[in-house]
């Protein structure tokens, strides 16, 4: 038994290594997290309304009910994607999520400072690739760099008041986004 | 057969610890720079690609979107300001000041991010609807039964949880290292 301190080391290093890896790999094994959730209904690059949060059920936890909210889930693989979303009268947010719910880009309405928030995302090898004449006539175009080629781009519309629910939803419906088609010119 | 009841003691050994440490973090919450101003604690880190290991575990395990970094930043309280953990046949008042923003919400879940059913199907305000007094300043009465003003209802649950978001605010990661605030006092007023 004189070992025994020994194998305590060895077991509580064998421990720190088991812990971190569980915690590194912990979004990769998920399968409960937002894209998930979201996966099951939604279809892909197509601006889908949420149902609202109440007391009985909600899609996501800590959802803020004083918002309408849409989501674009996208594909980047067939090409880059255009989204356009007009602007409410109070404060329409675009947060873009990757895979992993890890918030890359916020941008709100006043940052954006026109009424529909325009951008275009693409993964950085498709932002590579775009011909240097395009990026030029592209100055006022917002390029959005995707780590992911998969994530989630989420809209939200503030109601000021519980009133105001059915404007900030019918300003989101009027969001898009899809993917672009190559043209030839 | 010493080693091999050694090696098979330290692997169990290492399993529980390395598993209990991750269920521990993740299950507290743990995350890396706070913010905190008197009951509230954001974590603006948690809205960027600087999100550490720990915070995206959890949201990956709570299926949680956090606020980003560009849109908001959020607050969030279990407490009261003397430490009086959120008791919903409690009585609690909220009031003071908040830090610049274009608009606030606030809205109270159950300790898992559900929303608390009640008669009166509130569960938050914003900057916009709240009930001032002839100085702009507000009082948010958060407990089990209806008061004049703002009345938030807790639903009598046993616990709840306080989230305090601010929209186009100036305070964010830039601001980490400064004196920010204030945020809204938490005081408790007696309990059913």
Redesign the interface.
Known sequence: MK?LPL??L??????????L????A??Q??T???Y??LARLTPVNKVVPLPP????A?I???M???FAAAVCRYDLSSGALKLNAPVSQ??T?V???TR?????????D??AGRRAIELDLMTPEQHAQMPEDEDVTAADRLIIES?TTTG?I?L?A?????GAMEKARSSLAGARCGVEVQAQQ | M?LFV?SC???L???????G??WL??SHGIAFGSLTIGAWTAWPK????D?D??A??T??????????????L?FYAHTDDAGNTFDGRCTFTISGMTPAA??W?V?L?DP???????KI?R??F????IVRDSSGRFAINVGPRARPGNWLPT?GVEQFVL?W?L??TPIGLASLTSKEGPMPAIVRKGCS
Not at chain 1, 101 to 108: D, K, W
Request: without cysteine.
């Open positions: 070992r194998w305590l060895g077991a509580l290093l064998l421990g720190g290594i088991v812990h890896s569980t915690v590194l912990m979004p094994a998920a409960q997290d937002a998930s959730r949060p109440d007391a009985r909600a996501m936890p800590f803020d009910p004083a109070a404060y947010s947060t873009f999520y992993n719910s890890v918030a890359y880009y916020a941008i709100n006043r940052a780590p989630l989420v939200r503030l109601a000021p008041e519980p | 010493r050694g003691f330290t692997l050994l290492a399993a529980a610890i390395g598993l440490a991750t973090t993740l948690n809205g960027s690609v999100i290991p720990y995206r575990a949201i990956a395990r709570t299926g949680e979107l956090p606020i980003g970094a560009g849109d908001g959020a274009r608009y919400t809205t879940y898992e991010g559900r929303l608390v059913a009640n199907d569960h938050g914003t900057s916009a609807e639903g989230v978001r929209y186009d």
